[in-house]
């Protein structure tokens, strides 16, 4: 694996003739964004990932601070797992003096930023437009590779590259849980063990939301249901519970046909915010 600090410098080492495939990251990797690697590599001839923790996607500076940076770890375990590329840029890099960030931070994504991450952390998505543009911009990918954890996320991104006219497919992988069903985060580490031993009800509410929809169950009160048991935990503080429609992430109206159903959550575990989510098995629905 080889690893670049500049844009420049990545630029003229990338075989441009080759299928590339790109993961982005934040760093603080684990076996979810091994998964996004290992997903990259079929299909292409280059993997290049990338670790940058990207101050303009943060609305709490004390979240920014605490993020886990463990770039010697993240760089041994990418060479593991057959990442060719590694970038890892500073803000200055990704950020030159009088760099126009207008293109994607610009870009009006509507109700697709109206709810759940968009109200509750302002300018995060045009944070992560503005990063992931400029990522997609340097590296040229084929596709590039994201995680189901941040649902709402892929969404932006998939309405960024359209509203940009970009030609890059953009490639889902589904969420890693730990063995007890917490969906891998790098925020994870950052828990203390009792915290951790509370956030395994994030899933268990999540899975029983998804249980009572593909029942037929009506939404508001699986939602309300789910809200006040995670509640009830003293070390947990749930922002919401959503259940929307997967492509216009609109809150569900019961009886509504949609191609996906998903319930997704954020909830504070401490001093740690936490989100999830579920695809709802619609196949199962009565
Ligand atoms: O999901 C993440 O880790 C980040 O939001 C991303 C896509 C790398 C942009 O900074």
Request: hydrophobic share 45%; with cysteine; proline share 6%.
């Amino acid at each position: 694996m080889r690893t670049y600090q500049t844009a420049d410098s990545l630029r003229k080492a990338l075989p441009r003739h080759k299928s590339i495939a790109f993961v982005p990251t934040m760093g603080a990797l684990h076996a979810g964004h091994m998964a996004l690697i290992k997903a990259a590599r079929q299909g292409h001839e280059i993997v290049v990932a990338s670790i940058f923790v990207n101050p303009t996607q943060f609305n709490e500076s004390t979240d920014l601070d605490a993020y886990p940076r463990t770039p010697q770890e993240d760089a041994a375990l990418l060479k593991k797992h057959g990442c060719d590329f590694l970038y890892l840029p500073s803000v200055a890099d990704i950020y030159p003096t009088g760099f126009d960030t207008s293109a994607a931070a610009g870009i009006d994504f509507g109700p697709l930023t109206a709810t759940m991450e968009g109200a509750n952390r302002p300018g995060h998505f045009d944070g992560v437009a503005q990063v992931v543009s400029r990522l997609l911009a340097i590296v040229e990918p084929d596709t590039l590779v994201m995680g189901q954890k941040d649902y709402q996320q892929v969404a932006v991104v998939r309405a960024m590259v359209q509203r940009l006219d970009l030609t890059v497919r953009v490639l889902v992988v589904p969420t890693v849980r730990e063995p007890d069903g917490l969906a891998m985060s790098s925020r994870n580490r950052l828990l203390n063990p009792g915290e951790r031993r509370a956030a395994v009800l994030i899933n268990r509410q999540l899975s029983a939301v998804a249980a009572g929809l593909a029942a037929g169950w009506p939404t508001q009160p699986l939602e309300q249901f789910a809200l006040a048991a995670l509640g009830d935990h003293e070390l947990l503080d749930p922002e919401y519970v959503q259940i929307f429609d997967g492509d216009t992430l609109l809150p569900y109206v019961d009886g509504d046909n949609v191609r996906e159903l998903v319930v997704a959550t954020a909830v504070r575990c401490g001093q740690v915010r936490l989100i999830d989510n579920r695809i709802v098995d619609l196949l199962h629905n009565p």
